[in-house]
């Protein structure tokens, strides 16, 4: 079965916005706040609600970062999940975040691997890292 969602690497300056969930298996992690595309919503549209939704913050688009595939199975049936990734900045808090998320967290960019275990969210930040790092020597 094949499945879409979008979620949101949300950056304010130097620190990263991560959500701390429940997950499939049960166990709780840190990562990005992501889920499923509704029908007839835009993978842009499904990535601002979800940011909403998880973490309360209202947030801007800044650009596409590519996407991740994960396989995995759900009782018997196998998955094939496709997210698709956007750079995000938050604008406002403008609600408290949904009961799926337990806690929210900003955390220095630079600090990443004392949360994040996923390999998609690591290999997805690193880009991000990359990218800065280069604007940076661009601009000397």
């Not at 094949?2 to 950056?11: A, D, L, M």
């Not at 947030?59 to 995000?88: A, D, N, S």
Request: hydrophobic share 35%.
């Amino acid at each position: 079965m094949r499945e879409y969602s979008s979620g949101g690497v949300i950056i304010r300056k130097n620190s990263l916005l991560l959500i701390k969930t429940k997950n499939l298996a049960g166990k709780i992690v840190w990562t990005f706040p992501k889920g499923h595309i509704e029908k007839g919503e835009l993978k842009e549209e499904a990535a601002s609600r979800e940011a909403l939704e998880e973490t309360g913050y209202q947030c801007r688009i800044i650009k596409p970062l590519g996407k991740t595939k994960h396989f995995f199975y759900i009782g018997k049936r196998f998955i094939e999940k496709t997210v698709f990734w956007f750079l995000m900045e938050p604008l406002r808090k403008v609600q408290k975040h949904d009961s799926e998320t337990i806690c929210t967290k900003w955390i220095e960019i630079k600090n990443y691997k004392e949360y994040l275990r996923y390999k998609t969210d690591l290999t997805t930040l690193k880009e991000i890292i990359k990218s800065r790092e280069k604007e940076v020597t661009n601009e000397i």
